[in-house]
């Protein structure tokens, strides 16, 4: 085979043949066409959904977004494939940043007829994000404490709605994130890292469809999609190590094409098998849930969940619905 007609057979569409290509796709060594493009990143939200028993038509299905690339695209792609899907916004109160978050959202969810939930955290927390940020301890992270509060709050709403609860997590986040924990051999977490949390004593099915989709598959899609998305990047982030291990894997991304899909789809597999863990490591982990004495919420400390310890700390009683 010539140079020549490499160059031309590399520039065909490898699903339809057309001419018309607008992605090569590095890791996959994959060309394609927009239409075909849309149909590949479809194929991999489903596959990450059958592969780990996600849900099922039958299922109500929640989305958490934040008016970012990620979670719309979720959101748009189960709206697309049929499923019950309804979505859920926290406006967390980051000057400058989650007004403009909200206006996107909505302005999506109407477009597309899509029910959204908006859950204002100054009303249910006594306080916006932007100022629990500034009362936090030297050292204390606001996107570790933003999670705890976004995680009890649509596990508070799923509980209610009965339904699945999907979030905008993808495999650089999944990468990410394992590449931490083995860092730092953080057994406990390795145990329990999942793209689905079952639902037991309080905590509602927690799934992340785009676990085999990056997050420049994910910005492609909404640009071929027409999706208008929140690009900001949000003040409070600053100093997050999550950033710090997402810019290494995609530095080894860069030198070894595919190697994130393989490091993370590796690590279910072999999980999935048995080869990683112990009974003994699962059993260790297995802690005895009780419910917080305030809110009923479950924990695994004694006497408060960490959002009403937080309450407390931040001298809020937090009381109120927080929901619209
Ligand atoms: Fe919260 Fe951190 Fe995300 Fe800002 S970047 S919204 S503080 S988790
Ligand atoms: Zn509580």
């Known amino acids: 085979m010539g140079g020549k007609s490499y160059l031309i057979r590399k520039r065909r569409c490898r699903i339809c043949g057309s001419r018309d290509v607008e992605v090569f796709l590095r890791s996959y060594n994959l060309t394609l066409c927009r239409k075909d493009f849309i149909s590949f990143f479809k194929k991999r939200v489903e596959e990450g959904i ?10 109500k299905v929640v989305v958490g ?12 792609v189960l709206h697309e494939l049929g499923y019950d899907v309804e979505a859920v916004f926290i406006d967390l109160g980051i000057h400058n940043v989650s007004e403009k978050a909200r206006e996107v959202v909505e302005k999506f969810c109407e477009e597309r007829g899509i029910i959204l939930t908006l859950i204002e955290l100054e009303r249910g927390f006594g306080l916006r994000m932007d100022e629990i940020a500034k009362r936090l301890n030297r050292g204390e992270s606001a996107c570790s404490i933003c999670g705890v509060i976004k995680r009890y709050y649509l596990n508070k709403f799923c509980i209610e709605k009965d339904a699945v609860l999907v979030t905008g997590h993808t495999l650089w986040d999944e990468a990410a994130v394992l590449l931490g924990n083995l860092v730092q051999w953080k057994i406990e977490y390795l145990v329990r890292q999942d793209a689905v949390l079952p639902k037991e004593e309080g905590f509602v099915r927690k799934v992340k469809p785009l676990i085999f989709v990056g997050e420049k598959e994910t910005a492609v899609y909404c640009y071929f999609r027409g999706i208008d998305v929140f690009e900001e990047v949000c003040p409070l982030s600053k100093g997050a190590t999550s950033r710090v291990y997402k810019r290494n894997i995609l530095s080894l991304e860069r030198e070894f094409p595919g190697m994130i899909i393989r490091f993370v789809k590796g690590f279910y597999k072999n999980k999935k098998r048995g080869m990683i863990f112990g009974r003994e490591a699962i059993d260790n982990v297995a802690k005895e849930v009780s419910l917080c004495q305030r809110c009923g919420y479950p924990t695994i400390a004694a006497g408060l969940c960490k959002v009403c310890r937080l309450k407390e700390r931040l001298g809020r009683d937090g009381k109120g619905s927080c929901c619209e």
């Open 50 to 59: 059958r592969f780990f028993r996600m849900f099922s038509r039958d299922d």
């Open 65 to 76: 977004i934040s008016g970012g690339k990620d979670s719309l695209a979720v959101l748009d």
